[in-house]
Nanobody, 115 residues
Framework: QVQLVESGGGLVQAGGSLRLSCAAS????????MGWYRQAPGKQSEWVAR???????NYADSVKGRFTISRDNAKNTLYLQMNSLKPEDIAVYYC?????????WGQGTQVTVSS
């Protein structure tokens, strides 16, 4: 079992920045990859970014060049640095961990961008 707890969401003006954190606990040694998803009001969940156990990263086209995913293995924490935020980035952001055939999710953190 893996437990994920997000933090760092909030309200920011367009063009501003936020950093989301996701603290992992439990069987973290079994995690293959971690990532971020988001769900905007009335829309389906959207994949945002991913980082593998080897450190490779991938980004959705909608956030490429603005968002950076990283992790601190010593702190068992995943980050999402979000710069140049836009109103279309408004969503609940969820941390995800893949461990073999299992998927784990955090509770989500709200990001709101005012125009």
């Amino acid at each position: 079992q893996v437990q994920l707890v997000e933090s760092g969401g909030g309200l920011v003006q367009a063009g501003g920045s936020l950093r989301l954190s996701c603290a992992a606990s439990g069987s973290i040694f079994s995690i293959n990859a971690m990532g971020w998803y988001r769900q905007a009001p009335g829309k389906q969940s959207e994949w945002v970014a991913r980082i593998t156990s080897g450190g490779s990263t991938n980004y959705a086209d909608s956030v490429k060049g603005r968002f950076t995913i990283s992790r601190d293995n010593a702190k068992n924490t995943l980050y999402l640095q979000m710069n140049s935020l836009k109103p279309e980035d408004i969503a609940v952001y969820y941390c995800h961990a893949a461990s073999g055939p299992d998927d784990y999710w955090g509770q989500g953190t709200q990001v709101t961008v005012s125009s």
